[in-house]
DNA sequence: CACCAGATCTTCT
DNA sequence: GAAGATCTGGTGG
């Protein structure tokens, strides 16, 4: 991958990875779901501006940034123009199912890259990837192999910046963290 | 399937 | 002390 292709806003590389393969040390799957953080963005770990957390975030772009959720989980960002990254959401498994089942456990392949948390462990990510380089071992890149349809939500598991459309998937996937919602709850349920 | 609580670290108040 | 870009295992319909 291009360090070039990192240095855009974020939601733009976040819609523009959907379909691409990241593999880490030879493990990983395609793209399937993202989310887009901003300097500008309430719901941003980099909101408020350089941590000791966020540092590479503010670092140059076509990094990794790697943080702890809720205290126990690692989750796996790539680092964008300034202040802003892409989360990985959620894979579709391709290479490494044994060594991804290993380190997940019992895990049907629906569920070993579906959401933040999961997708991190299966990978092996932890904070010695965070502000390594995204063009160089361990990651490696996988360019789409067909046509890619990607669609925009509202982001997952935040509380502020709610209404920003910064989420993009593959729509009907079953490797999502979690399924499109539907645009009008209620309506046709024959689906 | 829905809801709830527990685990446990970083940042902010 | 509280909240957070989460996941798991429990209970109840």
Redesign the pocket.
């Known amino acids: 991958m291009n360090p070039a292709f990192f240095d855009r806003p974020a939601a733009t590389v976040a819609a523009a990875l959907i379909g691409h393969g990241l593999l880490v040390d030879g493990i990983g799957g395609i793209i399937v779901e993202t ?1 887009a ?1 901003d300097r500008t963005d309430p ?4 909101f ?2 350089p ?4 540092a590479s ?1 503010f670092g140059p772009p076509g990094h990794a ?1 790697v ?7 690692w ?1 796996l ?1 790539l680092v964008c123009e300034t202040g802003s ?1 892409v ?1 990985l959401r959620a894979l579709q498994p391709i290479t490494g199912l044994e060594t991804m089942r290993a380190r ?2 019992l ?1 049907a392949p629906r ?1 070993l890259c579906a ?5 991190a462990q299966a990978l092996g990510i932890d904070l010695s990837h965070d502000g390594l380089r995204l063009d160089r071992a361990p990651f490696a890149w996988l360019a789409p192999q067909g046509p890619v349809t990607v669609a925009a939500t509202t982001r ?5 910046g709610v209404d920003a459309p910064w989420r993009f998937l593959v729509p009907g996937s079953p490797y999502l ?1 979690r399924p499109l919602p539907r645009t009008k709850p209620g309506a046709d349920p024959a689906g």
């Open positions: 989310e953080y719901a941003s770990h980099s408020a501006g941590t000791r957390r966020n975030m940034y943080y702890r959720s809720y205290g126990l989980h989750c960002n990254a989360l997940r456990g895990d569920l959401g933040p948390g999961r997708l997952i598991g935040i509380s502020r963290s």
